[in-house]
Nanobody, 122 residues
């Protein structure tokens, strides 16, 4: 199983980025997907998740209204559209896959990608 995250980069505060996570080696449409992030010196935290069909999504309060998670099962890809970015969004962003409940606990996820760095300058 491989989860390849991409789309990170350097952006000014108020800007936008779209992260992608391409999955292979698993039946993608059976898995819930999540995005987590880890800022320097901090623990990894939940950002957003989406169930297998895309019909249910969940967000941490700090990104509600700014980030949107979506998926394309035909392309085995999950996305995270990030708008109105803030310096506090700076982190390495990881995608993860789970056959279980798409919750906020990282222990619920079975597979992890390598991460993509997002840096938001003020």
């Amino acid at each position: 199983v491989q989860l390849q995250a991409s789309g990170g980069g350097l952006v000014q505060a108020g800007g936008s980025l779209r992260l992608s996570c391409a999955a292979s080696g698993l039946t993608f449409s059976s898995y819930g997907m999540g995005w987590f992030r880890q800022a320097p010196g901090k623990e990894r935290e939940f950002v957003a998740s989406i169930n297998w069909s895309g019909g249910k999504t969940y967000y941490v309060d700090s990104v509600k209204g700014r980030f949107t998670i979506s998926r394309d099962n035909a392309k085995n890809t999950v996305y995270l559209q990030m708008n109105s970015l803030k310096p506090e969004d700076t982190a390495v962003y990881y995608c993860a896959a789970t056959l279980g409940v798409v919750g906020f606990r990282d222990s619920s996820y079975d597979y992890w990608g390598q991460g993509t760095l997002v840096t938001v300058s003020s």
